[in-house]
């Protein structure tokens, strides 16, 4: 397998130049202004990325969950934050485990009876690192005083210790326009930086205000409070990153798209073809579909969970059974979730295959 | 891991009691009808299941794709089925490894050009078994003359042979009501069965009809012209399945749900609770949303790749984070395609972990 062309289909590709490009411009606006740089690994979930990272200058790596990070840890990825909080006797067993072998791995917290289970499990070693998880919608505490108050009871306790606050607002990520964005994640890490102030002022430390997204970073890496931000998408970008707008009130072009699906044609019934890539080729979480690469006015349309159709009605171009047609991904991180490994290309020729040997590591 | 609390979340659960009935129902529905079962592994990718499948009278097992139906001959399923054309030389070539491997290989086809480079490839051994794919709203090619050509065509070259026609009709399956959906299904089997006599007529061999699904059992297995079936979604079903209505007007009930997700409640901002089951969970390519067993009057939003959110203003249950919440996927085979293992439960012992082999094997 050499080249594009012998590429089993259904496939994942990665565009190497373009990815590169995005990590350089990333790691170089952040450099600039002072910011950690700890891009989300939940992105990509593949330690060869996780180490181009890192070799771009990113002081670690997030993790969703506990056993995507246990896998980065294998592979020798230091400087891990696990962004969901570890619940539950066994995954905290592991988490301190984690800890030992990683003594830098930090771990979200929201609820105080986790605290003190973390706290309790942890005896007779290094405290266990947390950052309070801040909540702008999803998971975490109000900001102010509940989390103030979160911050005191681990403060009081010998077996953790606090390291800052996790300040993600996954909305603000995808806001438009760009103003409105910027609104969003401004009024938003002021109350996680006012919250640092409070917690600081009760005589506790809380160095680190980390957040952020491929949506948010002009605004975030702007904002004297944070300390380190947490992209994940900019490295593949997909059609709803695109759509949220950038400061022009066009698409959002800060990134370039480096990742693709790869197809092949495999009927041709009158009017139509279809291709190897369905449900279990793409995500579907979008209200959009795929959209296919050198095929202007051709739509995609859903065909189950094998197959795509692709309506050649409005289309001067015509595709035989073996034709392949490559789509940008309506949304990457769950579309990667599906593949195994990623084909890393220079060009038509494949210089790597990389496994996303964290893959379905939700647990 | 003995029991259902000490699975890591999220994770995905079979209970075993529902899907041997499943089985048991529909193996002894089609042998009472003197049908041939093969049912479909798209559904499961699981070798296990695909063994005890063949245990219960199963003449074989259609794959989805040549890399799932490799995984199933490694395990020692025979009588295979690859259901999507094999495009390209590496997957003709692969293709005719697997028939010389395992002899009873069956692959379908719908195009001339397809035909001739199989039949290329295949020189010196056994012919390779075909079957001509008839479209009905996705892959395949016409009922009626354009099928007989083809017929003619395979007929004609020496290292192809037809074993008949692959009359799959994806959308009749969901069709609604019941009787809309005997009636898609018989005019469409109808059309198949005259393409055998036709192609019969014409001295070629065509002794296999093969098609149906979950949703059409009932009527195929009536129909005198279809010599097997190949349902797939009866042993696990979701809430997909139970929309498309029974013979009585109500929920589909002919086979029970086995299958579940189950998650962990990890965060509990004011009104809800957030679980740890979102896009890389659940598949998401239905318009409905996970269904949670034992909360009635709660609703399942999606948050987002990583979480779910459960809306707890209606209801008088709390949740606490470490609660568990199971859900009945809005659709089996996508969901399944995201894991990597399928606990099977007793009750709530965990009786076996089975590997989905080919989870992602869609090449």
Redesign the interface.
């Given at each position: 397998m050499q080249f594009r062309s012998?590429i089993?289909?259904?496939?994942l590709l990665l565009d190497l130049d373009a990815f590169e490009d995005n990590i350089k411009k990333m790691a170089s606006h952040l450099k600039a202004r002072n910011k950690g740089f700890r891009p989300h690994g939940?992105t990509h979930k593949c330690p060869e990325i996780a180490t181009e990272l890192i070799n771009a200058g990113a002081i670690g790596i997030c993790a969703?969950?506990l056993?995507e990070a246990e896998v980065f840890a294998e592979h020798g990825i230091r400087g891990l934050l696990i962004t969901?909080?570890v619940?539950?006797a066994?995954?905290i067993a592991r988490a301190i485990a984690l800890a030992r072998n990683v003594p830098d791995t930090m771990f979200v917290v929201?609820?105080e009876?986790?605290v003190g289970a973390i706290n309790g499990a942890a005896a007779g070693g290094e405290p266990i690192k947390l950052l309070i998880?801040l909540?702008f919608g999803?998971?975490?505490i109000?900001p102010g005083p509940p989390a103030v108050r979160l911050a005191k009871i681990i403060s009081s306790l010998p077996n953790v210790v606090l390291e800052g606050l996790q300040s993600y607002d996954?909305q603000a990520a995808h806001t438009t326009p760009f103003q409105a964005r910027g609104d969003r994640t401004n009024g938003n890490m002021a109350k996680a930086i006012a919250t640092k102030a409070m917690i600081e002022q009760d005589g506790i430390g809380c160095r680190i205000v980390t957040g952020g997204s491929t949506g948010t970073y002009r605004f975030d890496s702007e904002n004297s409070g944070m300390t380190e931000l947490q992209p994940g998408s900019f490295i593949f970008m997909d059609l709803d990153y695109e759509q949220i707008g950038g400061p022009d009130g066009d698409r959002y072009r800060d990134f370039k798209n480096s990742l693709t699906v790869i197809t092949?044609?495999?009927?041709?019934?009158p009017g139509f073809a279809?291709v190897?890539?369905g449900?279990?080729?793409f995500?579907?979480?979008r209200p959009f579909t795929p959209r296919p690469i050198d095929l202007p006015g051709v739509a995609y349309g859903?065909?189950?969970?094998?197959?795509g159709?692709l309506d050649l009605s409005t289309s001067s171009k015509t595709l035989?059974?073996?034709d392949r047609v490559e789509f940008i991904p309506p949304?990457c991180?769950?579309t990667v979730?599906?593949?195994?490994q990623i084909h890393a290309m220079r060009g038509d020729r494949v210089e790597a295959v990389w496994p996303i040997a964290a893959?379905?590591k939700?647990?």
């Amino acid at each position: 397998m050499q080249f594009r062309s012998d590429i089993p289909t259904p496939a994942l590709l990665l565009d190497l130049d373009a990815f590169e490009d995005n990590i350089k411009k990333m790691a170089s606006h952040l450099k600039a202004r002072n910011k950690g740089f700890r891009p989300h690994g939940k992105t990509h979930k593949c330690p060869e990325i996780a180490t181009e990272l890192i070799n771009a200058g990113a002081i670690g790596i997030c993790a969703a969950r506990l056993s995507e990070a246990e896998v980065f840890a294998e592979h020798g990825i230091r400087g891990l934050l696990i962004t969901t909080a570890v619940v539950g006797a066994d995954k905290i067993a592991r988490a301190i485990a984690l800890a030992r072998n990683v003594p830098d791995t930090m771990f979200v917290v929201d609820d105080e009876h986790n605290v003190g289970a973390i706290n309790g499990a942890a005896a007779g070693g290094e405290p266990i690192k947390l950052l309070i998880d801040l909540y702008f919608g999803r998971t975490g505490i109000e900001p102010g005083p509940p989390a103030v108050r979160l911050a005191k009871i681990i403060s009081s306790l010998p077996n953790v210790v606090l390291e800052g606050l996790q300040s993600y607002d996954g909305q603000a990520a995808h806001t438009t326009p760009f103003q409105a964005r910027g609104d969003r994640t401004n009024g938003n890490m002021a109350k996680a930086i006012a919250t640092k102030a409070m917690i600081e002022q009760d005589g506790i430390g809380c160095r680190i205000v980390t957040g952020g997204s491929t949506g948010t970073y002009r605004f975030d890496s702007e904002n004297s409070g944070m300390t380190e931000l947490q992209p994940g998408s900019f490295i593949f970008m997909d059609l709803d990153y695109e759509q949220i707008g950038g400061p022009d009130g066009d698409r959002y072009r800060d990134f370039k798209n480096s990742l693709t699906v790869i197809t092949t044609v495999v009927s041709t019934p009158p009017g139509f073809a279809i291709v190897d890539g369905g449900y279990k080729a793409f995500s579907t979480d979008r209200p959009f579909t795929p959209r296919p690469i050198d095929l202007p006015g051709v739509a995609y349309g859903w065909a189950g969970d094998e197959h795509g159709r692709l309506d050649l009605s409005t289309s001067s171009k015509t595709l035989k059974v073996g034709d392949r047609v490559e789509f940008i991904p309506p949304h990457c991180d769950p579309t990667v979730n599906l593949y195994d490994q990623i084909h890393a290309m220079r060009g038509d020729r494949v210089e790597a295959v990389w496994p996303i040997a964290a893959r379905g590591k939700s647990q």
